[in-house]
């Protein structure tokens, strides 16, 4: 059943919160983070909680002083700034500019999402899965824009699938200046990002059923290695 609330105040939490969240589907105005470092937590996981807004909304926690989510399924979020994601779903994801900038985020898949430029920018991503986003630019000034943009790290990431407009992969951004400020290890893109750091190839990560969403892997999955502390992306198996 809905969540009777239409907002969350932080009128009356103090720095450093924690804010206890059964599983269910709350659907919200607005969610004020303010600067107090709260952390959400979900009892269930990102397929049980979720967190819908009514009209769009940015996250936007503070610098400093980040607010953090684990265990919730986003939806009809504007975009997010000084969060972090921890076991989380993105999706549908509409920014004119920039989505997810300074956010560090751990096990989440964020696909379906819309964006002119990058989608990430100044972020860290570790074990996640990127795919089936676009990069809905047309101005020849951002060409060599992709889904990963300035200044982001990752580990152990799945990014494919994100296209743009004229049907190419726009994984990551290729331009010189980009490149010398991002990293990637152990990540599975199109193409492999072989400059970009060590233990990174090119391949097709075989979901479960992209197209709806379910980016689990499949058995046999290229992302799958014999040690599964080596394995890549947010869900791990089928």
Not at 136 to 152: H, K, P, S, V
Not at 163 to 179: I, K, M, Y
Not at 195 to 212: I, K, L, Q, R
Request: hydrophobic fraction near 30%; charged fraction near 20%.
């Amino acid at each position: 059943a809905a969540s009777p609330y239409n907002n969350l105040r932080d009128d009356y939490l103090k720095f450093g919160d924690k804010i206890i969240i059964a599983p269910g589907r709350y659907e919200l105005d607005y969610m004020n983070l303010g600067s107090k470092e709260l952390q959400f937590v979900s009892t269930g996981t990102m397929d049980d909680t979720t967190i819908a807004f009514t009209s769009g909304y940015s996250l936007s926690g503070n610098y400093g002083a980040r607010a953090s989510f684990t265990g919730f399924t986003f939806e009809n979020v504007q975009g997010a700034s000084y969060v972090n994601f921890t076991n989380c779903s993105l999706s549908g994801i509409q920014d004119r500019d920039y989505g997810i900038q300074d956010c560090d985020l751990t096990g989440c898949y964020v696909w379906g999402c819309s964006v002119s430029r990058n989608l990430f920018t100044d972020c860290t991503l570790a074990d996640c899965t990127v795919a089936g986003n676009e990069i809905t630019t047309t101005e020849d000034e951002y060409d060599n824009l992709g889904a990963i943009g300035a200044r982001c790290h990752m580990v152990n990431t799945i990014v494919v699938n994100n296209l743009a407009d004229d049907g190419s992969e726009a994984n990551f951004n290729t331009d010189e200046w980009s490149a010398r400020e991002m990293s990637a290890t152990n990540c599975c893109t199109i193409p492999a990002m072989t400059s970009y750091g060590t233990g990174n190839f090119e391949a097709h990560p075989s979901f479960v059923y992209a197209t709806m969403g379910d980016l689990r892997l499949r058995a046999g999955s290229a992302c799958l290695a014999d040690n599964p502390a080596n394995n890549t992306g947010a869900y791990k198996g089928p």
